[in-house]
């Protein structure tokens, strides 16, 4: 046995991963919540066993694949979900998207909620779990990534939300209308050479790439807001800061008002919110 203290600041000197991910690590092997645990009670004991598990993840992580799908869970907004290869790791950056999105439900009694591209379901299940009143659909084109949903909306034990497996860009089937369309969708240009070796090499580029250089999807949300939205209804979309004012522009050629773009906690562009005029 070692005390908490002394394991936890040995693994910080073994590798070179960031504190929060360490911490990460400790959380999933000793389910005690960090930093409290670390602050609070630093005679907390860690047996050998546990010890080297935190070892061995921590070394998986840093000569591999990311955190998440080392340890299998990403927390997002407070709610803790599941990862796997193959369907994006939720992202800090998007609880910007999922906050407004909260923010317009309650202002405006918001029923209706379309996820284009749910992933993991984060965005839509951490919106469908804040707002209660709503009923909230999420479509992606990955089978892979809608199990995943429907194992979250399960663990998170979501009742108001469904799934669908469909291509956006072409939905003849879904007929309905929304009050809110929220969409976190692939937007990196092909040709970005920006991005990280971690992210490029493990996480799936149907979640990353977008066509046009990373406009495509904003095109296909603009479109198809045009016959899906009520009238005071909102669409939502997340963004790279690189893209935003190319991504205001698609959609005033469609006829949309521009009501914000809100900045991330970095102060980069990051959502842009949109009204049919
Ligand atoms: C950037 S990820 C966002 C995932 C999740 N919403 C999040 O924020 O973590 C984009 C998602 O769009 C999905 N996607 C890609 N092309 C699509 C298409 N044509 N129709 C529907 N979903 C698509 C991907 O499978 C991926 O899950």
Same mark, same amino acid.
């Given at each position: 046995?070692?005390?908490? &203290?002394?394991?936890?600041?040995?693994?910080?000197?073994?590798?070179?991963?960031?504190?929060?991910? #360490? =911490? &990460?690590?400790?959380?999933?092997?000793?389910?005690?919540?960090?930093?409290?645990?670390?602050?609070?009670?630093? /005679?907390?004991?860690?047996?050998?066993? %546990?010890?080297?598990?935190?070892?061995?993840?921590? %070394?998986? $992580?840093? &000569?591999?694949?990311?955190?998440?799908?080392?340890? +299998?869970?990403?927390?997002?907004?407070?709610?803790?979900?599941?990862?796997?290869? +193959?369907?994006? #790791?939720? %992202?800090?950056?998007?609880?910007?998207?999922?906050?407004?999105?909260?923010?317009?439900?309650?202002?405006? /009694?918001?029923?209706?909620?379309?996820?284009?591209?749910?992933? @993991?379901?984060?965005?839509?299940?951490? #919106?469908?779990?804040?707002?209660?009143? @709503?009923?909230?659909?999420?479509?992606?084109?990955?089978?892979?990534? #809608?199990?995943?949903?429907?194992?979250?909306?399960?663990?998170? /034990?979501?009742?108001?939300?469904?799934?669908?497996? $469909?291509?956006?860009?072409?939905?003849p089937e879904l007929t309905g209308s929304f009050d809110l369309i929220v969409s976190n969708p692939p937007y990196i240009a092909k040709s970005?050479?920006?991005?990280?070796?971690?992210?490029?090499?493990?996480?799936?580029?149907?979640?990353?790439?977008?066509?046009? =250089?990373?406009? &495509?999807?904003?095109?296909?949300?603009?479109?198809? +807001?045009? %016959?899906?939205?009520?009238?005071?209804?909102?669409?939502?979309?997340?963004?790279?800061?690189?893209?935003?004012?190319?991504?205001?522009?698609?959609?005033?050629?469609?006829g949309y008002h521009c009501v914000e773009v809100i900045k991330d906690l970095q102060q980069h562009e990051r959502v842009g919110h949109f009204r049919l005029k």
């Amino acid at each position: 046995m070692i005390t908490l &203290e002394s394991s936890f600041l040995s693994t910080c000197k073994k590798f070179k991963l960031a504190q929060s991910e #360490i =911490e &990460e690590v400790y959380e999933f092997v000793l389910h005690q919540k960090m930093p409290d645990a670390y602050m609070l009670q630093p /005679n907390f004991e860690v047996s050998i066993q %546990r010890q080297e598990l935190i070892f061995s993840l921590c %070394r998986l $992580a840093q &000569e591999g694949p990311p955190l998440a799908y080392v340890i +299998g869970k990403k927390n997002f907004y407070g709610y803790d979900f599941h990862c796997c290869p +193959g369907v994006l #790791i939720p %992202r800090f950056d998007t609880e910007v998207l999922v906050e407004r999105a909260i923010k317009e439900i309650k202002n405006h /009694n918001f029923k209706t909620i379309i996820d284009l591209g749910c992933g @993991s379901g984060c965005v839509g299940l951490t #919106i469908a779990l804040e707002s209660k009143a @709503s009923t909230v659909l999420g479509v992606d084109i990955s089978s892979q990534a #809608i199990a995943l949903t429907n194992k979250n909306k399960m663990s998170l /034990n979501v009742g108001h939300y469904q799934t669908l497996v $469909a291509d956006m860009r072409d939905m003849p089937e879904l007929t309905g209308s929304f009050d809110l369309i929220v969409s976190n969708p692939p937007y990196i240009a092909k040709s970005d050479d920006r991005v990280d070796l971690s992210v490029s090499l493990y996480e799936p580029h149907l979640a990353l790439y977008g066509e046009q =250089e990373g406009l &495509e999807f904003y095109q296909t949300i603009a479109q198809y +807001g045009l %016959r899906a939205l009520t009238k005071a209804g909102s669409i939502l979309v997340e963004f790279s800061p690189f893209i935003s004012q190319q991504v205001v522009s698609t959609f005033q050629k469609l006829g949309y008002h521009c009501v914000e773009v809100i900045k991330d906690l970095q102060q980069h562009e990051r959502v842009g919110h949109f009204r049919l005029k």
